[in-house]
């Protein structure tokens, strides 16, 4: 009876070994996209920028958190290979690109260091190698830190006082000025860069990113598995991705048939964000709104104001014609065109 049973919980764990094998994920990570001048060098005697490779290393870290994801991350040769047909046994690849940086510095009894980013992250699809879905995020972090050690005590008031915002709250341990991290470089070291508010807020902002993705993480995994249903409303969420400005009226266009020219064609930005005949892409117009807040003076947001059906390509322009808009507020010259991508299953 009792080799019955152990037999029988040798099974249940096989096939639970099983089960969890079958849906294990495979996820590359390509080299990340700096497309700002922030630089971080290794060292002072290794001068070359880690900053990138720091990013793709913290975001394989994310993903190593979860027991259903496997993660490694890729040189541009492994890359290359990867897109070139050598990615047996992966599932997906993800890609970082930080293209705003914004780091400041307010003097005020201390030191109130703000960093604020945008990232954008790509996904990957295995089967046809192409990128399948886009999401920009944002991080922001803040930190305060005393000039000196005699300060502390009307720190409570000087806060209550002047009434200053702390987002993210004291930073109690970095509070006073942090240890000696070594002499000040054209470009920061790692050592003094990994202890600031500004890779807080890159940490921040991958964070995010890496939980956006998730939604395409899970339908992958469900998509391993043949006795799981598939949830059509747990996808990756539409986003920007090719962003355009409509440039002139067409020669031809008319009151009823109103026809543009755009700035997006055939291999705008490169092949896989150009655009194709027959493709609907939304119009927006940025509305531009001015806050009370120091650290965010400005805050833009987009608003869809019309769509438009693409009926001509050329190789960096496109005519579209105009399928949606309101008389209040028509699609006119200089609005911005979009071209969004929707996720589904593999």
Same mark, same amino acid.
């Given at each position: 009876m009792m080799r019955k049973i152990l037999c029988a919980l040798v099974l249940l764990s096989l096939c639970g070994i099983s089960e969890a094998a079958q849906r294990r994920l495979s996820v590359v990570i390509f080299p990340?996209?700096?497309?700002?001048?922030?630089?971080?060098?290794?060292?002072?005697?290794?001068? %070359?920028?880690?900053?990138?490779?720091?990013m793709s290393e913290y975001l394989e870290s994310l993903y190593k958190t979860s027991p259903l994801i496997e993660a490694r991350v890729l040189d541009e040769a492994a890359m290359n290979r990867w897109l070139s047909g050598s990615r047996s046994g992966d599932d *997906? /690849? !993800?890609?970082l690109?930080?293209?705003?940086?914004? *780091?400041? &510095?307010?003097?005020?009894?201390?030191?109130?260091?703000? =960093?604020? #980013?945008? !990232?954008?992250?790509?996904? %990957?699809?295995?089967?046809?190698?192409?990128?399948?879905a886009v999401r920009n995020v944002r991080g922001k972090s803040t930190r305060?830190?005393?000039?000196?050690?005699?300060?502390? %005590?009307? !720190? &409570?008031?000087?806060? /209550?006082?002047? =009434?200053?915002? $702390?987002?993210n709250g004291l930073d109690l341990f970095g509070l006073t000025q942090t240890k000696y991290t070594g002499q000040k470089m054209s470009r920061p070291t790692?050592?003094?860069?990994? #202890?600031?508010?500004?890779?807080q807020s890159i940490k921040n902002a991958i964070a995010q990113a890496h939980r956006e993705s998730l939604d395409q993480v899970r339908n992958v995994i469900r998509s391993n598995d043949p006795g799981a249903k598939f949830a059509g409303n747990d996808t990756f969420s539409d986003s920007y991705q090719t962003v355009g400005r409509i440039l002139a009226p067409t020669a031809t266009a008319t009151k009823k048939k109103r &026809?543009?020219?755009?700035?997006?064609?055939? $291999?705008?930005?490169?092949?896989?964000? =150009? !655009? @194709?005949?027959?493709?609907v892409l939304d119009v927006v117009r940025a509305d531009t709104y001015v806050t009370v807040v120091p650290e965010d003076p400005?805050?833009?947001?987009?608003?869809?104001? =019309? @769509?438009?059906k693409v009926i001509k390509v050329y190789e960096d322009n496109a005519v579209v014609r105009v399928i949606k808009d309101s008389?209040?507020?028509?699609?006119? +010259?200089? &609005? +911005?065109?979009v071209k969004k991508t929707g996720i589904t299953g593999r």
């Open positions: 990340t996209v700096n497309s700002t001048e922030l630089e971080v060098w290794q060292s002072k005697y290794y001068p %070359f920028n880690v900053l990138e490779e720091k *997906m /690849a !993800v890609q690109e930080l293209y705003s940086a914004v *780091m400041k &510095d307010r003097h005020v009894v201390g030191t109130a260091s703000t =960093g604020r #980013v945008l !990232v954008r992250i790509r996904v %990957f699809d295995r089967a046809r190698v192409r990128e399948i305060f830190t005393l000039d000196d050690d005699e300060s502390l %005590f009307w !720190v &409570d008031a000087a806060v /209550a006082g002047l =009434g200053i915002p $702390f987002e790692w050592d003094q860069f990994k #202890v600031t508010s500004y890779w &026809d543009y020219i755009i700035s997006l064609g055939k $291999f705008a930005n490169g092949s896989l964000d =150009g !655009v @194709k005949v027959g493709e400005v805050v833009v947001l987009p608003k869809v104001v =019309g @769509k438009v008389k209040r507020e028509p699609v006119t +010259l200089k &609005d +911005l065109v």
